[in-house]
């Protein structure tokens, strides 16, 4: 790989005609260690975020022990940087033939759900392996309201009554049984961690037994540019949004169990940027050689701004 002071050097040195990586590795490890130091809990990073093999290999230097995979490939991801990472498998749907690599193949035993067939599978391959239902903890996931770029809670998650049915049916198999809930990708509203607690301790009343911890999911939003055609929404510093769901957490008494987070854009948002070339300007149009179908996919379904700057 080679190196440069910046990406304007790189820029300069390479003049690429293809769209080019620059990569911070002190960046994302500075990222990574600030998260770490303010979450109260464990930090899994999403892997579906950024899976590329030179971005966890940092984080596991950095000190991050903990990820959230989704699919085989994420499993093998993972396990290629460290053998003794800790996995979390918290897609809630879920084949059963992965279920069965997760927990045989990479030894998973933390998973989440959110529909009683999603248990069944579960329960079939747990027992196929004869492993103990105690020695896997099972997370309900449950729906959340919210306002985020990618707003996940019309396609995840179970009504509170229902996550109450469930975690009681895993709670008499035998799991260990947490509640999780994710309020999206790039939360939009410093309120939605409040609401999806809330939701969780209507949940909790409700059981006849302790949950083992709660999943925070992600959400937690990363820095980006500002469209001046579009209303701008004041988010507060990741200290300050931390600091409000630690009083969240403590007001909802949440604070003294196992807590998770899954961290993903807020972490490796800066660590990277992107060369591109520009191929036309017509007008105040600009043709670049990369695109909402490549590497700017964001820009279109999130309608992320990304922040942009121009190399002579």
């Known amino acids: 790989m080679q190196r440069f002071e910046n990406a304007r050097d790189a820029a300069l040195a390479l003049r690429p005609d293809d769209p080019v990586y620059c990569f911070r590795p002190q960046v994302l490890k500075a990222d990574a260690l600030q998260f770490m130091g303010m979450f109260p809990g464990k930090t899994a990073y999403a892997v579906k975020t950024n899976g590329e093999q030179i971005v966890l290999k940092t984080l596991v230097e950095a000190g991050v022990s903990t990820f959230d995979v989704a699919s085989p490939g994420e499993f093998a991801a993972v396990r290629a940087v460290s053998a003794d990472a800790e996995m979390l498998y918290m897609h809630p749907v879920k084949a059963q033939s992965d279920i069965k690599l997760a927990l045989e193949k990479y030894g998973i035993r933390v998973i989440s759900l959110d529909h009683e067939d999603e248990i069944t599978k579960l329960t079939r391959v747990v027992r196929a392996l004869d492993i103990d239902p105690g020695a896997i903890t099972v997370f309900v996931r449950i729906q959340t309201k919210g306002h985020a770029a990618y707003e996940l809670s019309?396609?995840?998650?179970?009504?509170?009554?229902?996550?109450?049915?469930?975690?009681?049916?895993?709670?008499?198999?035998?799991?260990?049984?947490?509640?999780?809930?994710?309020?999206?990708?790039?939360?939009?509203?410093?309120?939605?961690y409040e609401r999806a607690l809330a939701s969780a301790d209507w949940v909790r009343n409700r059981l006849?037994?302790?949950?083992?911890?709660?999943?925070?999911?992600?959400?937690?939003?990363?820095?980006?540019?500002?469209?001046p055609n579009r209303k701008q929404v004041e988010m507060p510093s990741l200290g300050q949004l931390m600091s409000r769901l630690a009083g969240d957490l403590k007001e909802y008494q949440f604070d003294q169990m196992p807590?998770?987070?899954?961290?993903?854009?807020?972490?490796?948002?800066?660590?990277?940027?992107?060369?591109?070339?520009?191929?036309?300007?017509?007008?105040?149009?600009?043709?670049?050689?990369?695109?909402i179908w490549a590497s700017l996919s964001d820009s279109w379904t999130g309608k992320i701004t990304l922040p942009a700057r121009f190399i002579p």
């Open 259 to 291: 807590l998770v987070a899954e961290p993903g854009r807020v972490i490796v948002a800066r660590c990277l940027s992107l060369i591109v070339r520009v191929l036309l300007r017509k007008g105040k149009r600009l043709y670049i050689n990369d695109g």
């Open 154 to 192: 019309k396609k995840f998650g179970a009504g509170p009554a229902n996550a109450v049915e469930l975690a009681e049916r895993l709670n008499r198999t035998g799991y260990k049984v947490g509640l999780c809930f994710h309020v999206g990708s790039q939360i939009e509203d410093p309120d939605t």
């Open 208 to 227: 006849t037994f302790d949950i083992a911890g709660l999943d925070v999911g992600g959400g937690f939003p990363a820095e980006y540019g500002h469209d």
